[in-house]
C-alpha cells in the first residue's frame, strides 16, 4: 500500500509567482486536506477535497486555491507568492471524511 | 472558536525518566482530541486520538492521554522515554465533524537525553 506523496520536496520561488504543489493520495482514499507549517508552529488548515469537490476552507486568501483529479490526486496553486507564503505545505488523506488522517512528507516552499 | 494551548515549547528530559506534555483546548462544543508525532524531515503521524468512551487512551509504544472535559485539557504521558521519543508533538482538537479539518497547538519539542 503506497503512502500519500508529495512533489516536489523543495522549491524556490520569488516574491509575485505562481507555484503548483502536488499530493497523491493513499491507496482508497478519497479525501485530500491541505496544511500550511510555518516555521516554529503547527499545521494551519487551508482546505479540503471530497470527491473533487471543495468541502471546507480555512482562514486562508482566495490566491490559494485547490483542484482533486478523478483518482482523488490533488494539487496546492498559491498565487502572486508572498514572503509569509514561505512555509512547509502538508497534504494529508483519508478514506473518508470521519476518518483519520494520513500525511504525507510535505513540500517545503521558500519564497525570496 | 476554538484553540489549542501547547504549554511548552521545549521539553528535555532525561532517558528512562517520565514525561508529561501538556495541552488545553478552548471549544464552545464537543471535540475530538489527538496527539501527533513529527519526526525530523517527516510529516505527522496519529500517536493517539480521544473520540469517545474512555477517557484515558493509549498509543502501541507506551504514550497514553487523558480526556478530562471539565479542566479541558489532553495531557500526554510516558512512564519511561527512549531516545527514539526525541520528536516534535502536537496537540489537535477537532469540533465534532469527525477527524478532519484539525486545529493544531504550536508543537512540543521532546529532547530525550541519553
Known amino acids: 500500500e503506497t503512502g500519500v506523496t508529495q512533489s516536489p520536496t523543495h522549491l524556490i520561488k520569488t516574491r509575485g509567482q505562481q507555484v503548483t504543489l502536488r499530493c497523491s493520495s493513499q491507496s482508497g482514499h478519497n479525501t485530500v486536506s491541505w496544511y500550511q507549517q510555518a516555521l516554529g508552529q503547527g499545521p494551519q488548515f487551508i482546505f479540503q477535497?471530497?470527491?473533487?469537490?471543495?468541502?471546507g476552507r480555512g482562514n486562508f486568501p482566495p490566491r490559494f486555491s485547490g483542484l482533486q483529479f478523478p483518482n482523488y490526486s490533488s494539487e496546492l496553486n498559491v498565487n502572486a507568492l508572498e514572503l509569509d507564503d514561505s512555509a512547509l505545505y502538508l497534504c494529508?488523506?483519508?478514506?473518508?471524511?470521519?476518518?483519520?488522517?494520513?500525511f504525507g512528507s510535505g513540500t517545503q516552499l521558500s519564497v525570496l | 472558536a476554538q484553540s489549542v494551548t501547547q504549554l511548552d515549547s521545549q521539553v528535555p528530559v532525561f532517558e528512562e525518566a517520565p514525561v508529561e506534555l501538556r495541552c488545553n483546548y478552548s471549544?464552545?462544543?464537543?471535540?475530538?482530541l489527538f496527539w501527533y508525532v513529527q519526526y525530523p524531515n517527516q510529516g505527522l503521524q496519529l500517536l493517539l486520538k480521544y473520540l469517545s468512551g474512555s477517557t484515558l487512551v493509549e498509543s502501541i509504544n507506551g504514550f497514553e492521554a487523558e480526556f478530562n472535559k471539565s479542566q479541558t485539557s489532553f495531557h500526554l504521558r510516558k512512564p519511561s522515554v527512549h531516545i527514539s521519543d526525541t520528536a516534535e508533538y502536537f496537540c489537535?482538537?477537532?469540533?465534532?465533524?469527525?477527524?478532519?479539518?484539525?486545529?493544531f497547538g504550536t508543537g512540543t519539542r521532546l529532547t530525550v537525553i541519553p
Open positions: 489537535a482538537v477537532s469540533e465534532g465533524t469527525g477527524a478532519n479539518n484539525l486545529f
Open positions: 477535497y471530497y470527491r473533487e469537490e471543495e468541502n
Open positions: 471549544s464552545s462544543v464537543s471535540v475530538y
Open positions: 494529508a488523506s483519508s478514506s473518508d471524511l470521519q476518518d483519520e488522517l494520513f
